[in-house]
């Protein structure tokens, strides 16, 4: 079956744009995880959804990062006023059940902002 | 402080020339160690999980031990196609989770 796809996998933004980030779990996943990952660096937990609650959001590095799974399904990561260091590949991840026991991650979206 | 280091950061290796890579952790209360391959341009791949110290865990030429404070993924007779960044996670008892930065194999024909 489909994997977890995500879109744009590229986006390139001017400092200061707002970025909306879509993550198309795997159909009946219960969690969905969005990790950033810095060139040679391993992925950073940003947030935790189970369904449409948002049960962890201790990785958002500001008040500019905002995550939404308003139907349990999809979700938007969106980034607003962009910063240089926003710049990473933001992958979305998906678990069948309430544990990371087997995530399946995206191909991930590179923001590069200039 | 909760952290995963792993070593090394890269390493070349001949066809059917076996290695092992490390990780070594310290979290608050393991739930679970994880290993993961990376491919330029895609998401982690999940490899296997290993919960508690003594543990094993095999795949193809890929193998997974765990001990109280590190890991070893040892690969036996590497293929060019092995050639991969391969990524420790941890999982602590307060939902912590954390990625170590990798390690680069290059495995030459």
Known sequence: GAGVSQSPRYKVAKRGQDVALRCDPISGHVSLFWYQQALGQGPEFLTYFQNEAQLDKSGLPSDRFFAERPEGSVSTLKIQRTQQEDSAVYLCASSLDTSRKTQYFGPGTRLLVL | ?109
């Open chain 2, 1 to 109: 402080e909760d952290q995963v280091t792993q070593s090394p950061e890269a390493l070349r290796l001949q066809e059917g020339e076996s290695s092992s890579l490390n990780c070594s952790y310290t979290v608050s209360g393991l739930r679970g160690l994880f290993w993961y391959r990376q491919d330029p341009g895609k998401g982690p791949e999940f490899l296997f999980t290993l919960y508690s110290a003594g543990e094993e865990k095999e795949k193809e030429r890929l193998k997974a031990t765990l001990t109280k404070k590190e890991s070893f993924l040892h690969i036996t007779a590497p293929k060019p196609e092995d050639s991969a960044t391969y990524l420790c996670a941890v999982e602590g008892d307060g939902n912590q989770f954390y990625f170590g930065t990798g390690t680069s194999l290059t495995v030459i024909p």
